[in-house]
């Protein structure tokens, strides 16, 4: 997807709801480090965080799966709230604003990638095992930066031994180690 799509998704979230600013918490957030990364976010959903509401979040299903919206589009807001993806302490103080764009003074806060990546291996799916991996190969996360998130967030100790030996995979050489 690209940013142009992700500032579509936005304008129509502030006009569907009347919110001025979204949290992006879902592989679109790379968008707010790395505006140009289309090859490597391909999911059709921004997943957006409102900071209002229950309510005003579900009014985003109007341009959610499977709506005109949708339909007519090809991508979609898919509403969630913070606890959707488990993130490590400190998440919102590394927040990236969405750089400028045609958003009618919509704001977009992402995900750092790192933040992103440590909730991608907790997640653990398929195909967020090849994000990560695509993620660590263009040098988008670092090794070490990884390892010590992994320290601050809340999960249990088997499953942060389990993120460590997914980290590890995905940075397998030399190269990557001095990230």
């Known amino acids: 997807m690209k940013k142009r799509h992700v500032d579509h998704v936005l304008r129509a979230a502030g006009e569907v709801t009347g919110e001025r600013q979204f949290i992006i918490v879902g592989s679109q957030a790379l968008h707010g480090r790395f505006p140009d990364v289309s090859a490597v976010v391909r999911s059709a959903e921004i997943d957006l965080v409102t900071k209002s509401s229950a309510d005003r979040a579900r009014w985003l299903n109007a341009i959610g799966h499977d709506s005109p919206f949708h339909e007519s589009f090809g991508y979609y807001a898919d509403p969630v709230d913070e606890g ?20 009618g003074g919509v704001r977009g806060l992402c995900l750092d990638p790192h933040d992103l990546a440590i909730s991608k291996y907790v997640a653990r799916r398929e195909k967020d095992l090849v994000f990560t991996k695509e993620l660590a190969r263009r040098g988008y996360t670092a090794r070490r930066r990884l390892l010590e998130l992994v320290k601050d967030t809340p999960i249990p100790e088997d499953t942060k031994a389990r993120l460590r030996e997914d980290i590890e995979h995905d940075f397998p050489s030399r190269a990557y180690h001095s990230k």
């Not at 959707?84 to 958003?103: F, I, Q, S, Y």
């Open 84 to 103: 959707t993806a488990k993130l490590p302490k400190g998440w919102k103080a590394r927040l990236v604003a969405l750089a400028e764009g045609d958003t």
